[in-house]
């Protein structure tokens, strides 16, 4: 199963991935350039495996929880390819492909963990999973949005809120700098398409409304 | 040289999705969807929420879109997309479908200025029938910009002569409707209202028109062809406000026909005033207010007083849309421009003199 996974939940990450082999990898330093980064990465990791877009039998997107316009950036791309070569499209949770990747790791072999992604503004999106030995984690709750002070007690933690806020969390340490990427994304979408479980749309999970206000009713006109 | 490209457009700078396909001059299909219905609670655009739809609206403006043309993906011998100016996150999601699109197909692409496609839309559907004309100007009115350019090459002479140095003349509209408890957008609203009204009944400001920032036309002020609006939305709170106090009934139609009296005037004086000094004697009015009743009128009469031909072109392709980024393409493509490459970056403030972006 040949699959183009894309993640933008945190850094611009691209991975082509025949079964769970990594055939091409690129990931971004940085947070805020998806949108010049992301094609040129599709078009060289591609190029580099001398694979054709329609050779694929699915594009995977990450659909978050992630920052608005990095997230957008990575969705639109992925429905686009998606859309003109005729290949299936399939939306994975992003905390997913870090919960597949600490069951993975056995770095969290038989407990009920965290998975915590920067969310800014002081805050971390995260999910609950339990690991039962299957190679996928089953989604307890979540994914939500908050202070990390708010999440579960006493649940180990893979993801980089683990080190944004050691106060909060009790990190798992391999696993304390961990941001989604696309790499796990398509393996985790790799082993649900094998055991036949579902995936999601593409739709994104911005978990936060837009800053807007409806104005309130005029008071002054100079007010 | 490609004679006739097509060429599809992709527009997501404001609150419209817009995917355009022209083959060289002609039209083939203007498809856009908006979001303006969401922003109607807020009063005016939210650019989160105009960056949302663009995600959601885009490959269905694009299937749409080619239905419409009746052409496939594989035909394209271009694609174009504007890189700016405009809104930073509604533009990243134009951008970034513009550039999967090019990788999927293996199309080049064109990274292309909002504001001259804005005057590249001239060459479609007949606005100019013998091709855009030379002494070429362009005045261009929305909620997003207001300027006043001098057009010598599409592709490669563009002069920015004013523009607006806070709220485009839309967003005054947008402000001055909110006040007098008119909705949204407000430019249709104030323009019906205004009807009604005596535009001479209260004598709002006309912004930097002082001696200080025209000057003269040797000794040009600092502000000769800009404009300013915001003391003008302070102006009519201001008025609101004092027959409010003396618990006088709201004189809202003439508020609003006086509101527009001033943003009309002071535009289409500083217009007429640019084309005048840059020997412009073609005028086109684009821009989503191109469609106000009052500021085609007096644009009409003061070109015509002074010997300046005006044109309007359809509504459809006044306000954004794609198949004026297509039509800009087209241009770009024909004259034997190198592609934009896929690794640019947006550019919110993209200056006019930069037409389309070179390889980066
Ligand atoms: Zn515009």
Known sequence: MLLLALDTSAAATVALLLDDDVVGRFGSGDTRSHAEVLAPAVQRVLADADVSGSDLDA???????????????????ARTLSFVWGVPLHGVMSLDALAFEAVAAGAVGGTDFLVGTDARRGEVYWASYRSSGAAVP????????????????????????????????????????????AVSLGRAAHARLVA????????PLYLRESDARVPGPRKRATA | MITQPLVLGIES????????????????????????????????????????????????????????????????????????PGLSGALMVGVSAAKALAVATGTPLYAINHLVAHVGVGILGGTFPDGLPSNLGALLVSGGHTEILRVGDLAHDVELLGSTIDDAA????????????????????????????????????????QPKYMGTAE?????????????????????VEQYETAGLELPVADIAASFQEAVVDIITSKAVLACREHGITNLLLGGGVAANRRLRELTAERCAAAGITLT?????????????????????????????????????SLPVTTIALPRS
């Not at chain 1, 708010?150 to 080190?163: E, I």
């Not at chain 2, 006044?318 to 592609?339: E, H």
């Open chain 1, 59 to 77: 594009v995977i997107a990450g659909v978050g929880p992630g920052p608005f316009t990095g997230l957008r950036a990575g969705l639109v791309t």
């Open chain 1, 138 to 181: 089953e989604l307890l709750e979540g994914p939500h949005v908050g202070a990390a002070g708010t999440l579960p007690r006493g649940l180990p933690l893979v993801g980089r809120a683990a080190s944004l806020y050691p106060a909060d969390v009790v990190a798992v340490p391999a696993f304390a700098t961990a941001d989604p990427d």
């Open chain 2, 312 to 348: 309007v072109p359809a509504p459809a392709l006044c306000t954004d849309n794609g198949a004026m980024v297509a039509a800009l393409g087209a241009q770009i493509v024909m004259r034997g421009a190198q592609p934009s490459g896929i690794a640019f970056g947006t550019d919110p």
């Open chain 2, 13 to 84: 700078s404001c609150d419209e999705t817009g995917v355009g396909i022209v083959r060289g001059t002609e039209l083939l299909t203007n498809t856009v969807s908006s979001s303006m219905d969401e922003h109607v609670r807020f009063g005016g655009v939210i650019p989160e929420i105009a960056s949302r739809a663009h995600l959601e609206a885009f490959v269905p403006t694009l299937q749409a879109a080619l239905d419409d043309a009746g052409v496939t993906l594989a035909d394209l011998d271009a694609i174009a997309v504007t890189a700016g």
């Open chain 2, 170 to 209: 839309g967003e005054a509209y947008d402000k001055t409707a909110r006040i007098l408890g008119l909705g949204y957008p407000g430019g249709p609203a104030i323009d019906r209202l205004a009807r009604d009204g005596d535009p001479t009944a209260i004598r709002f400001p006309r912004g930097l028109s």
């Open chain 1, 196 to 203: 036949r479980q579902p995936l999601l749309d593409t739709t």
């Open chain 2, 219 to 239: 000794a040009p002020g600092p502000h000769r062809y800009d404009w300013s609006f915001s003391g003008l939305k302070t102006a009519v709170a201001r008025s």
